[in-house]
């Protein structure tokens, strides 16, 4: 790192500093939290914008409210209300990536977001969405290569792209310019990491689980899913990620 960017970034963080204790004292935000924790997104929300309103502009809040958003997507069953609540998520996160490009987590969010909005739009804007979650992921792993959840992003995105049948891949290529080179070895490589740097996460499991099974191993894949049962819930994400190891180990058997 230049001396220069040090010092932007050091400021940026002298800067930071003083909003993000202001934040963490409010008990609104505390509130917020222990909702978010409980997997409540609809109150977390309600109290994430209020917070919002007493701290506008604050990166840390706009992170929470892009979350809750973006969980709120489980809640629903209904396409339109998941497209408008994920795209209001992604409103949240590029406000917050644009106030604090520095973390991992905000610009993480891009990327989660983005591979949300793929699955309600159109060919080309999937395609496009496909290659903005690879550049933000890498984005985040670049600033935190210790993050796990940046590896689990990248790690699905290489298994997904790389389980295209080989006529989607030329017509991608043919009308769309196609997309990155994808591997499943890669995705292995990526989702095992995350799941060494976080063991007790049902979801780390569960995908690492679909790039062995992509990836031929079907044994690993099967164990892979089996760890995932067992574990307790970590996230909001985990209970459909396990619905998913549930129907992959129906297929195996």
């Known amino acids: 790192m230049t001396i220069l960017r040090f010092t932007i970034l050091a400021a940026v963080l002298v800067w930071l500093a003083p909003m993000r204790a202001a934040v963490e004292s409010d008990p609104v935000v505390r509130d917020a939290l222990a909702a978010e924790a409980r997997?409540?997104?609809?109150?977390?929300?309600?109290?994430?914008?209020?917070?919002?309103?007493?701290?506008?502009?604050?990166?840390?809040?706009?992170q929470k409210i892009a979350r809750q958003y973006?969980?709120?997507?489980?809640?629903?069953?209904?396409?339109?209300?998941?497209?408008?609540?994920?795209?209001?998520a992604l409103a949240f996160a590029q406000r917050c990536v644009a106030l604090d490009p520095t973390n991992p987590v905000n610009v993480l969010s891009l990327a989660i977001c983005y591979g949300k909005l793929g699955a309600y739009s159109d060919t080309r804007t999937k395609i496009e969405y496909s290659r903005l979650v690879k550049d933000h992921a890498e984005r985040a792993l670049a600033l935190d290569p210790a993050y796990d959840y940046a590896h689990h992003v990248l790690?699905?995105?290489?298994?997904?792209?790389a389980s295209l049948g080989a006529a989607t891949r030329f017509l991608v290529r043919l009308v769309y310019g196609g997309l990155p080179a994808a591997s499943t070895a890669e995705a292995v490589r990526f989702l095992r990491r995350a799941s060494e740097l976080s063991p007790?996460?049902?979801?780390?499991r569960v995908e690492l689980g679909h790039a062995l099974l992509a990836d031929g191993q079907s044994d690993?894949?099967?164990?892979?899913f089996e760890q995932s049962l067992v574990m307790p819930q970590r996230e909001k994400y985990d209970d459909?990620?396990?619905r998913r190891?549930?129907?992959?180990?129906?297929?195996?058997?």
């Open 200 to 204: 007790t996460l049902p979801a780390h």
């Open 70 to 88: 973006s969980d709120l997507d489980f809640d629903t069953p209904d396409p339109a209300e998941k497209k408008r609540l994920c795209t209001t």
């Open 155 to 161: 790690g699905r995105w290489h298994y997904e792209v």
């Open 220 to 224: 690993a894949a099967k164990k892979s």
């Open 245 to 253: 190891a549930r129907a992959a180990l129906a297929e195996i058997r």
């Open 39 to 62: 997997f409540d997104s609809t109150t977390a929300l309600t109290l994430f914008l209020q917070a919002d309103a007493a701290h506008p502009n604050h990166p840390f809040i706009l």
């Open 240 to 242: 459909e990620a396990r």
